[in-house]
């Protein structure tokens, strides 16, 4: 089948923990027992609430329609350089991307073994370490590639300018090296798969490495790691710099990420206030069509001309901001307005409050943990018992997140910790982000790399090098005490984990048949990683059946709503390239979902 779809197809407060050496940096933290511990047979996510930024008021003044301007920020195709190109585009299948033409990555040897630029997928090359015996990881190496399938982002392009009433800005070709056929540039490839984002909302610090930070700054991803960063505000003496950090908002600091990124989203050298000002000269929505039904924007929805918005983004932002934010006569020195200039506090709040509402917690594995026992099957029931049982699954995918790096667990488990690794010796190490051998630690270092500050992004080397971060270990982290976190990554949800493939960082497991056999057989790259490896990625032995009965447990964690893009999860009309042309659906939704591997030819 190569069809997309079956149409035939406590609030706790953030505060600024620590100054060393002119570091300031920042944890939050201090545990609030209703988000719940994460050990043991987790519970409905119903039962959990999602975190809440305690200061979002000093800021938003209206949910509602800071909800609508981040839905309609989040699915836009104006935004990104190309004007083709919008958050949506790498998160539409069940907030994963599903696509199967050029998603390749070269990985660290920046050779292709599983293909080229604007290649196309199939099963057959799958899994990228294929061994001759997948229940024994020591068994002769068949094949073995670095390549990742990753998202597939815009043209390398130097900027030029934006038109104002178009959404394609002008911009000159620069030849890549390496995302090209003939000479003729291809569609640059991120370098690690996508994640989704629905539920996002209950995690601490956000992207494989985590470098989303808790706090949000109002500019850039690096929260209060970065005291520089700063937004302007008029009080009615001019427009005057200021330091915000929101607490709870991962999300915010993630979404300020993309627009600065030059592979995923912009032409080098756009500024956001570029983007802002040419967003704020279109139509919202002007080249797609909004559900009449859709169940945040439909009653925006233009249904005379049958595109886009009745609203402005002008007017959206004032809707929804406090008026220092936006509401000036003055203009920076660069000639842009207070609203321009300030254009990522919205575009990250905005598409914060959007993806908080993307909570999936109806799912079959809900209605059993809610005290439906018909809910799951009994080979998905039993699967329940290997993956909080001989499986240690949980022990990292815990708590109705299913992953030990939420809120929740943070709180009750503190941001660092102490434990014996693979090799049996202690060693300090982030919790929720784990080295599960995947690939060889050098690859890609995860957590265990810097920041564009130059800053350690793990939390337990910025401990070590005397910062406070929030959770101090009994005896304290000493500064020649081993560190464990090169090479590992965040865990992720398990959530919709039947339509979010390929798997893991690298994206090179098709199915999740293959992911058990991975677990089962103790990780690839066990020996080599052994210094950071988690001590239980070890050899499980899993029958055949067991395998099969996790797999049937992990496909109870779906929920219909993701499936059919019913309300949270509807959304406006999108033709994602090199993908499927996605009609506009309400909040009754539409056509399925089906999983990647679905979509390959052997
Ligand atoms: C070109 C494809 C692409 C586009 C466009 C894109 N993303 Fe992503 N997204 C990714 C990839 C790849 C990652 C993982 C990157 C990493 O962790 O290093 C990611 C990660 C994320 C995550 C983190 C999820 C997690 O569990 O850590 C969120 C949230 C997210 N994106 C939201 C957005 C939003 C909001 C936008 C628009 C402002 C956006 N994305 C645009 C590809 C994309
Ligand atoms: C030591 C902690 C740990 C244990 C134990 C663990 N996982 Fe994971 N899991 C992770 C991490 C970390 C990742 C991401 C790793 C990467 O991409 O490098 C992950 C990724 C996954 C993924 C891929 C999800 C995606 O969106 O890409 C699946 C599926 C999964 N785990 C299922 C399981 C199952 C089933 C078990 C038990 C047999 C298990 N995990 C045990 C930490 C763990």
């Given at each position: 089948?190569?069809?997309?779809?079956?149409?035939?197809?406590?609030?706790?407060a953030?505060?600024?923990?620590?100054?060393?050496?002119?570091?300031v940096?920042?944890?939050?933290?201090?545990?609030?027992?209703?988000?719940?511990?994460?050990?043991?047979?987790?519970?409905?996510?119903?039962?959990?609430?999602?975190?809440?930024?305690?200061?979002?008021?000093?800021v938003?003044?209206?949910?509602?329609?800071?909800?609508q301007?981040?839905?309609?920020?989040?699915?836009d195709v104006?935004?990104?350089?190309?004007?083709?190109?919008?958050?949506?585009?790498?998160?539409?299948?069940?907030g994963?991307?599903g696509?199967?033409?050029?998603t390749?990555?070269p990985g660290?040897?920046?050779?292709?073994e599983k293909?080229?630029?604007?290649?196309?997928?199939?099963?057959?090359?799958f899994?990228?370490?294929?061994?001759?015996?997948?229940?024994?990881r020591?068994?002769?190496?068949?094949?073995?590639?670095d390549?990742?399938?990753?998202?597939?982002?815009?043209?390398?392009?130097?900027?030029?300018?934006?038109?104002?009433?178009?959404?394609a800005?002008?911009?000159?070709?620069?030849?890549?090296?390496i995302?090209n056929?003939?000479?003729?540039?291809?569609?640059?490839?991120?370098?690690?798969n996508?994640?989704?984002?629905i539920?996002?909302?209950?995690l601490?610090?956000?992207?494989?490495?985590?470098?989303?930070?808790?706090?949000f700054?109002?500019?850039?991803p690096?929260?209060?790691?970065d005291?520089?960063?700063?937004?302007?505000?008029?009080?009615?003496?001019?427009?005057?710099?200021?330091?915000?950090?929101?607490?709870h908002?991962?999300?915010?600091?993630?979404?300020?990420?993309?627009?600065?990124?030059?592979?995923?989203?912009t032409?080098?050298g756009?500024?956001?206030?570029?983007?802002?000002?040419?967003l704020?000269?279109?139509?919202?929505?002007g080249?797609?069509?909004?559900?009449?039904?859709?169940?945040?924007?439909?009653?925006?929805?233009?249904?005379?001309?049958?595109?886009?918005l009745?609203s402005?983004?002008?007017s959206?932002i004032?809707?929804?901001?406090?008026?220092?934010?936006?509401?000036?006569?003055a203009?920076?020195?660069?000639?842009?307005s207070?609203?321009?200039?300030?254009?990522?506090l919205?575009?990250?709040l905005?598409?914060?409050?959007?993806?908080?509402?993307?909570?999936s917690?109806?799912?079959?594995?809900?209605?059993?943990?809610d005290?439906n026992?018909a809910?799951?099957?009994?080979?998905?029931?039993?699967?329940?018992g290997v993956f909080?049982?001989?499986?240690?699954?949980?022990?990292?995918?815990?708590?109705?997140?299913?992953t030990?790096?939420?809120?929740?667990n943070?709180?009750?488990?503190?941001l660092i910790?102490?434990?014996?690794?693979?090799?049996?010796?202690?060693?300090?190490?982030?919790?929720?982000?784990?080295?599960?051998?995947?690939?060889?630690?050098?690859e890609?270092?995860?957590?265990?790399?810097?920041?564009?500050l130059?800053?350690?992004?793990?939390?337990?080397?910025?401990?070590?090098?005397?910062a406070?971060?929030?959770?101090?270990?009994?005896?304290?982290?000493?500064?020649t005490?081993?560190?464990?976190?090169?090479?590992?990554?965040?865990?992720?949800?398990?959530?919709?984990?039947?339509?979010?493939?390929p798997?893991?960082?690298?994206?090179?497991?098709?199915?999740?048949?293959?992911?058990?056999?991975?677990?089962?057989?103790?990780?690839?790259?066990?020996e080599a990683?052994?210094?950071?490896?988690?001590?239980?990625?070890v050899?499980?032995g899993l029958?055949?059946?067991?395998?099969?009965?996790?797999?049937?447990f992990?496909?109870?964690l779906?929920?219909d709503?993701?499936r059919?893009?019913?309300?949270?999860?509807?959304h406006?009309?999108l033709?994602?390239?090199?993908?499927?042309?996605?009609?506009?659906?309400?909040?009754?939704?539409?056509?399925?979902?089906?999983?990647f591997?679905?979509?390959?030819?052997?």
């Open positions: 089948m190569v069809s997309w779809f079956s149409f035939s197809r406590r609030r706790w953030a505060r600024i923990i620590g100054v060393t050496a002119g570091l940096f920042l944890a939050n933290v201090s545990p609030w027992s209703a988000y719940g511990a994460a050990a043991g047979t987790p519970v409905s996510l119903k039962q959990v609430p999602a975190p809440v930024p305690s200061n979002l008021g000093s938003v003044k209206d949910q509602n329609a800071c909800v301007l981040g839905k309609a920020f989040f699915w104006q935004a990104a350089s190309d004007g083709l190109t919008s958050c949506g585009t790498c998160h539409f299948a069940a994963a991307d696509r199967i033409v050029n390749l990555h660290a040897n920046k050779l292709f293909g080229a630029p604007n290649s196309t997928l199939r099963t057959s090359l899994p990228f370490h294929l061994l001759s015996n997948p229940n024994d020591l068994s002769a190496v068949v094949s073995d590639s390549d990742i399938v990753g998202s597939q982002g815009v043209l390398t392009k130097n900027f030029v300018a934006i038109v104002l009433g178009q959404a800005e002008t911009g000159t070709d620069v030849p890549n090296p995302f056929v003939g000479g003729v540039n291809t569609r640059q490839v991120t370098n690690r996508t994640p989704t984002m539920n996002g909302v209950y601490n610090r956000i992207f494989w490495d985590g470098r989303g930070q808790n706090l700054n109002g500019v850039n690096n929260g209060a790691l005291p520089a960063a700063k937004i302007l505000v008029d009080d009615g003496a001019g427009l005057t710099p200021q330091s915000i950090l929101i607490d908002s991962a999300l915010a600091s993630q979404a300020v990420g993309v627009p600065g990124n030059t592979t995923v989203f032409w080098k756009r500024k956001f206030s570029d983007m802002g000002r040419k704020l000269n279109l139509k919202p929505l080249a797609q069509t909004v559900h009449p039904a859709d169940s945040v924007l439909g009653t925006l929805a233009d249904t005379a001309t049958g595109k886009g009745t402005t983004y002008t959206m004032s809707a929804t901001f406090l008026p220092r934010y936006w509401n000036s006569a203009t920076t020195a660069d000639g842009h207070l609203m321009e200039a300030n254009f990522s919205f575009w990250g905005a598409l914060q409050c959007y993806e908080s509402t993307l909570i917690n109806d799912s079959p594995f809900d209605r059993f943990a005290g026992k809910a799951l099957t009994t080979a998905q029931q039993a699967g329940l909080t049982g001989k499986g240690h699954c949980s022990a990292c995918h815990s708590g109705a997140e299913f030990a790096e939420s809120v929740g943070l709180a009750a488990s503190g910790s102490r434990m014996q690794m693979g090799d049996g010796k202690l060693a300090v190490y982030d919790v929720g982000f784990y080295n599960i051998g995947v690939r060889p630690t050098a890609d270092l995860g957590i265990g790399a810097k920041n564009t130059g800053l350690p992004m793990s939390l337990s080397r910025l401990a070590q090098s005397g406070n971060v929030g959770t101090v270990l009994s005896p304290p982290i000493s500064p005490e081993r560190v464990a976190v090169d090479g590992a990554f965040k865990v992720p949800s398990l959530r919709n984990v039947e339509l979010t493939g798997y893991f960082h690298n994206g090179g497991q098709a199915t999740l048949a293959q992911v058990l056999d991975f677990y089962s057989r103790g990780g690839d790259f066990h990683n052994i210094a950071n490896l988690d001590p239980n990625i050899n499980l029958s055949a059946g067991e395998k099969a009965n996790v797999v049937a992990l496909n109870s779906t929920d709503r993701v059919f893009s019913k309300a949270p999860f509807d406006p009309s033709n994602v390239p090199n993908g499927p042309v996605l009609p506009a659906v309400g909040k009754d939704g539409g056509a399925a979902t089906n999983s591997a679905s979509h390959m030819l052997p």
